[in-house]
């Protein structure tokens, strides 16, 4: 198994960036428009003729993790985690950041990398300015979008 891990720190309290991640108005405002759901049931995040990801809540801990399952979306994402955990830091809160459980370290894995860090910039300037990136905004990085 293999996993996609980043690190950024955000100058905001865990508060802010724990609603950012748990809410559908927060989600909707740095990963993609096109999503529905509830915070902690299935999450639905469509972007646009690429597909999309279903996302069940496995944990929730006030201001300090959250935990998802993918369970509907490409194959090599089905049964993987998502995983967000945050710290405080003086001003800033540290996401620890782990996308889990690839199978194998195919070119698709190497594409969400980049994306998932092309999205945690957007949370980032999300919740320091109010405007994030989210699809169909965001950074393209290839015909994969």
């Keep these: 198994m293999v996993d996609i891990l980043h690190r ?17 108005e927060g989600l909707a405002g740095w990963w993609t428009t096109d999503m529905s759901g509830s915070g902690d049931g ?12 279903d996302m069940k809540v496995l944990d929730l801990q006030p201001n300090t993790r959250v935990l998802w399952e993918v369970v509907a979306g490409p194959a090599e994402w089905i049964g993987t985690t998502v ?34 860090a092309v999205f ?20 393209r990085i290839g015909d994969w979008h």
């Excluded at 299935?42 to 990801?53: I, P």
């Excluded at 830091?89 to 894995?109: C, K, N, S, Y």
């Excluded at 949370?123 to 994030?132: I, P, Q, R």
């Design 8 to 24: 950024v720190g955000i100058a905001a309290p865990p508060e802010k960036v724990y609603e950012a991640l748990t809410t559908v």
């Design 42 to 53: 299935v999450l639905r995040f469509r972007f646009g003729d690429v597909g999309g990801f």
């Design 120 to 139: 945690l910039m957007s949370l980032k300037s999300m919740v320091e300015t109010g405007a994030g990136a989210p699809h169909p905004h965001d950074v």
């Design 83 to 116: 995983a967000f955990d945050l710290s405080r830091d003086g001003e800033w809160t540290i996401v620890l950041f782990a996308h889990e459980g690839w199978r194998e370290p195919v070119e698709f894995m190497n594409h969400c990398s980049t994306k998932w």
